[in-house]
């Protein structure tokens, strides 16, 4: 009898922990984040695993609560330790991220490796990713992929994300194009803006499939629409040159503006070019220069370029060789051949500074590493006026900047 007694309190207990449960869940629903905290505390203290998870989200996410990262880990860990597979992947990322407790990869890998062996497609894919950067233990690629696998084909997406990556690079499975384009184009088809826009590029170059200007044209649109700014300058340059598409310069304007305003300076660069040539709009020299100069002062080395010659030249606006020398040089030392060329010419003949055949000679040493052969004749005609000596430091110099502009593409700053 006794026995039976307790059995009976034991399920109302349990009965009255599931009923604040609920409560907690509608009126977490309903967004009353007070109320949820109240209903899911007497239910988590009872010893309810989802009102314990959704207690460590809940001080995750500062709902109805300080923010409070070493609670949350507590509830979590009161859950997970019961099985909850949820909280289980939850503490992994806790632990993975250092979170409310210190950075420890091998907690991390001990939860995820709990939630996933219940089949959670979230923790598949966490699990996956500490393999594939060694988080803790052993790197190991081919793993990596085959737990993306588990995670993908229960459709979560970053999962989906990681194998096209897999097979893109061959880590782990042989480089397989193909299959790494059916993975994108399922997460592409999902309306992922950054797949739509990659998926844009491989019809557009042709990887993995046939080159299809058409079908560039229609993944770019849609990353477009979900605001990538990469996709309108892509979108831009098909309307440009009439890629899949009916030649529409008006539009690519259109598009080119856009994204300038956001600050892409391939965009700034072309709608420079737009207004130098008059090209879907009236031609503006004040307006092809103000965005010349936008993208040149920011780092684009074409528009630098462009932007030298302008003044240069003297026609479009009052010549100015002072501003020329200014953007040639930053040009030049983004590694842009004809910029190197043009600052070792005016060295040489002494346009806009004063004349200096080591640095011409140094300039000129750069730009002929190219194989111009214009460059390297006016370098073997500069060095036979130098000294033997003028010529090694010269070189020491050229080596130098070359040092430099190495520097600028290992850090991926260069627009090339």
């Known amino acids: 009898m006794r026995d039976k007694l307790l059995s009976l309190r034991d399920a109302f207990k349990q009965t009255i922990s599931d ?29 309810n695993i989802e009102a314990q998870r959704y207690l460590g989200i809940m001080h995750i996410l500062a709902l109805g609560v300080e923010y409070n990262p070493a609670e949350a880990v507590q509830w979590f860990h009161r859950a997970a330790q019961q099985g909850e ?29 709990l939630s996933a062996a219940n089949r959670l497609k979230e923790a598949q894919n966490q699990l996956g990713v500490m393999f594939e950067q060694g988080f803790g233990i052993s790197q190991n690629d081919a793993e990596a992929v085959r737990l993306y696998r588990l995670s993908a084909e229960q459709g979560y997406t970053p999962a989906q994300f990681n194998l096209f990556r897999m097979y893109r690079y061959g880590k782990g499975v042989s480089q397989d194009y193909s299959e790494s384009l059916r993975w994108l184009r399922l997460v592409a ?16 170059n042709g990887i993995g499939t046939t080159i299809n200007f058409e079908k560039a044209a229609h993944w770019y649109k849609l990353a477009s629409r979900q605001g990538s700014v990469k996709a309108r300058v892509k979108l831009g340059l098909i309307y440009d040159n009439g890629l899949g598409v009916k030649k529409d310069h008006t539009e690519a304007l259109k598009l080119y503006i856009s994204a300038a305003k956001e600050g892409d300076l391939e965009a700034q ?3 420079a070019a737009m207004f130098l040539h008059g090209n879907g709009t009236t031609a503006s020299i004040s307006e092809a220069v103000g965005w010349y100069t936008a993208a040149a002062d920011a780092g684009h080395e074409d528009a630098q370029h462009d932007l030298a010659e302008i003044y240069y030249d003297g026609k479009l606006v009052p ?16 590694g ?70 190495n520097s600028i593409y290992a850090r991926g700053e260069s627009n090339f």
């Open 269 to 271: 660069y072309r709608v």
């Open 19 to 47: 009923q604040n449960y609920e409560y907690g869940l509608t009126a977490y629903r309903k967004k009353d984040y007070n109320t949820a905290l109240i209903f899911f505390r007497k239910a988590a203290i009872s010893g």
């Open 85 to 113: 597979t949820i909280a289980q992947n939850s503490l992994g990322i806790l632990y993975l991220e250092g979170c409310g407790v210190t950075q420890d990869y091998h907690e991390a890998f001990k939860w995820f490796q």
């Open 319 to 334: 010549k100015d060789l002072r501003n020329a020398v200014k953007y040639f040089e930053m040009a030049a030392s983004r």
């Open 189 to 204: 088809d999902k309306d992922d803006a950054i797949a739509q826009f990659l998926l844009a590029e491989h019809y557009l």
């Open 336 to 405: 842009l051949v004809q910029a190197q060329k043009k600052l070792g010419t005016m060295y040489f003949e002494g346009i806009g500074l004063l004349q200096d055949f080591v640095l011409a000679y140094a300039w000129l040493n750069i730009a002929a590493k190219s194989g111009d052969f214009d460059c390297i004749a006016l370098r073997n005609t500069v060095s036979e006026k130098m000294t033997q000596q003028q010529v090694e430091v010269a070189q020491r110099i050229a080596n130098e900047y070359n040092e430099r502009i």
